[in-house]
């Protein structure tokens, strides 16, 4: 009855990348690599498939960043002299490529991975990309001078590939907004626009993932410093809701995100996280049926997607498997309850 999805990225096997990190170097290259992304993939599709899930994804085995993955067809960025900045209002410094030209996509960033992953599964099949606000927030610019101006620039290119994945098969296309959790007026003025600019013409569903990032220690320090109500989602959600896009990734377990914000998602699917991915310990099927059943006070059954809070690439295989269970699990317990 509640769907199950996880939010995107899940951890690379060693044989494919380093473990643990962020930005990992790659084991292989060439032909070999691009087999072993593939091999990576069809492993993960097993894994959520056994695991129950209905809405399954290529785990991000073939991008070794969830922004960068996409940036490196783009033409018009110099990778060969990244700069270091300060993302996300200045939370982490990165080393970021820089943007230095009129932006063009070089061709098809994504299609190896959804064509296999739709050729490898009857399941529905979702799609990550990085939302443009977030885009602009993980690059230097050296050419446009205005975020907006390039938000959109980057939007157009978004579309390009976001409606070849649609006609790859993909049943739902996502877009990565973490950014949308630090510049929250931005966000409601240009944020939400340049992302349905993004999305303009899918017939797919379509989505976005808005989160406290990744379980990382930079991550962990800024949760720490935002007192006990997190209140971002209050200013965006509005906009949300009057927009074009079909489905919200939130954090919900373990956050002090007050559940009635949800409320303010009317006439959308809300993904609800109900695994933590900044936690070792594996949620139990009781803890995530607990979490539905609070976030059904403010969405309609109908609307509850079951998801994880963010990501889980910087896990080890075994807990991101373990989670995955306990998503299923912790889903079908609810179903039971309270149907
Ligand atoms: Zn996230």
Same mark, same amino acid.
């Given at each position: ?27 292989? $290259? ?22 129950? #899930?209905? +809405?399954?994804?290529?785990?991000? &085995?073939?991008?070794?960043?969830? +922004? ?5 067809? +783009?033409?018009? @960025? ?18 970021? /490529? ?21 050729? %490898?599964?009857?399941? &529905? ?6 939302? /443009?606000?977030?885009? +602009? !927030? ?20 978004? %579309? ?7 006609? !790859? ?22 944020? *939400? ?6 999305? &303009? ?6 989505? *976005?993932? @808005? ?7 930079? %991550? ?17 959600? /509005? ?10 990734? #939130? ?23 109900? @695994? ?28 509850? @997607? ?7 690439? /910087? ?20 179903? $039971?309850?309270?149907?």
């Amino acid at each position: 009855m509640f769907r199950t999805a996880i939010a995107g990225s899940l951890p690379k096997p060693s044989w494919l990348a380093e473990t643990r990190k962020l930005w990992p170097q790659w084991r292989a $290259q060439g032909e070999d690599l691009a087999q072993a992304k593939l091999d990576a993939t069809r492993l993960w599709i097993k894994a959520q498939e056994d695991a129950g #899930l209905d +809405v399954i994804g290529d785990g991000e &085995q073939s991008r070794q960043h969830f +922004v960068h993955g996409f940036l490196e067809q +783009v033409e018009g @960025i110099d990778f060969d002299h990244k700069v270091e900045m300060g993302i996300r209002a200045d939370r982490y410094k990165a080393m970021v /490529p820089q943007v230095v030209a009129s932006l063009r996509l070089k061709g098809r960033v994504h299609e190896a991975e959804a064509r296999f992953l739709r050729a %490898n599964t009857r399941k &529905q099949i979702k799609f990550t990309l990085p939302g /443009p606000m977030t885009i +602009v !927030d993980t690059v230097a610019d050296r050419f446009y001078g205005d975020r907006v101006k390039m938000a959109m620039a980057f939007a157009e290119l978004l %579309n390009q590939e976001a409606l070849a994945l649609q006609a !790859d098969g993909v049943d739902i296309i996502q877009f990565d907004e973490p950014a949308f959790n630090v510049y929250m007026a931005e966000a409601a003025q240009w944020g *939400v626009r340049a992302l349905e600019r993004a999305a &303009q013409g899918l017939t797919c569903r379509t989505a *976005v993932h @808005i989160c406290y990032g990744y379980g990382i220690q930079a %991550n962990i320090d800024w949760k720490k410093g935002l007192g006990h109500e997190w209140r971002q989602y209050e200013a965006v959600f /509005p906009a949300l809701a009057a927009s074009s896009i079909d489905q919200v990734s #939130l954090e919900c377990i373990h956050s002090h995100v007050p559940p009635e914000l949800m409320a303010l998602l009317k006439g959308k699917d809300v993904m609800v996280g109900v @695994i933590d991915v900044a936690s070792d310990q594996v949620e139990t099927p009781e803890e995530v049926a607990e979490t539905i059943g609070k976030a059904l006070q403010f969405v309609p059954r109908h609307r509850l @997607i079951a998801c994880t809070n963010c990501g889980m690439a /910087p896990m080890s295989r075994e807990l991101a498997e373990a989670k995955l269970r306990a998503l299923a699990q912790g889903a079908a317990l609810a179903a $039971q309850r309270l149907g």
